[in-house]
């Protein structure tokens, strides 16, 4: 049974950085491409970022292209979210997800097999 588990949520101020974490349990990550999504209260789930099983294709939203930076680490079963320039819009609570490896679904939650609880980040003005 695959397990995600999102981590380095919090509070924090504009302009600022902030790194979040996804670990998986129960399958190696190199097995999965992956994704971050994001919601709101007042929005549907949100796409993020997008990386293949092996780390080298990556996608990203318009809303954080050049802001966000996906990366993924196989050998430790670990997934990075850096959020650099960060607006009080990206405020929300952040899931990892594991991808049913299909690449052209992959801003469609539809296309994820299994989700983190989320972790929450507060970006103040």
Do not use: H
């Amino acid at each position: 049974q695959v397990q995600l588990t999102e981590s380095g949520g919090g509070w924090i101020q504009a302009g600022n950085s902030l790194k979040l974490s996804c670990t998986i349990s129960g399958v190696p990550f190199s097995m999965y491409a992956a994704g971050w999504f994001r919601q709101t209260p007042r929005k549907e789930r949100e796409f993020v970022a997008f990386v293949g099983w092996a780390g080298g294709t990556k996608f990203y939203s318009d809303s954080v292209k050049g802001r966000f930076t996906v990366s993924k680490e196989n050998r430790k079963n670990i997934m990075y979210l850096q959020m650099d320039s960060l607006t009080p819009d990206d405020t929300g609570v952040y899931y990892c997800a594991a991808a049913n490896g299909n690449y052209n679904y992959y801003s469609d939650p539809d296309g994820y097999i299994s989700w983190g609880q989320g972790t929450q980040v507060t970006v103040s003005s």
